[in-house]
Nanobody, 115 residues
Framework: QVQLVESGGGLVQPGGSLRLSCAAS????????WGWYRQVPGKQRDLVAT???????DYGGYVKGRFTISRDNAKNTMYLQMNDLKPEDTAVYYC?????????WGQGTQVTVSS
């Protein structure tokens, strides 16, 4: 089966930057859609960004212009570059990949933005 592992989270001050990585391993034939989502306690999991295999991107309006989603197909790895981080960006960030007929999730990585 496919496994997704996120990394790169941590504590950063407002205005700082982080780059999250999501490494996929296992039986991977084709990733149709990569995605980043985030969730805070008591709230629904929200879209951060998605990237199709054709290169189309979609961003949540609250991160547009600050975050960039990208991929390295050779490494089966997806990235989320986060700039100008704000306290409201604090959440657990989850990697997602749509592979064949199934959707897979990583375990999440904590991002905390605080002064």
């Amino acid at each position: 089966q496919v496994q997704l592992v996120e990394s790169g989270g941590g504590l950063v001050q407002p205005g700082g930057s982080l780059r999250l990585s999501c490494a996929a391993s296992g039986s991977i034939s084709r990733v149709y859609v990569w995605g980043w989502y985030r969730q805070v306690p008591g709230k629904q999991r929200d879209l951060v960004a998605t990237l199709t295999n054709g290169g189309a991107t979609d961003y949540g309006g609250y991160v547009k212009g600050r975050f960039t989603i990208s991929r390295d197909n050779a490494k089966n790895t997806m990235y989320l570059q986060m700039n100008d981080l704000k306290p409201e960006d604090t959440a657990v960030y989850y990697c997602n990949a749509l592979i064949d007929l199934r959707s897979y999730w990583g375990q999440g990585t904590q991002v905390t933005v605080s002064s």
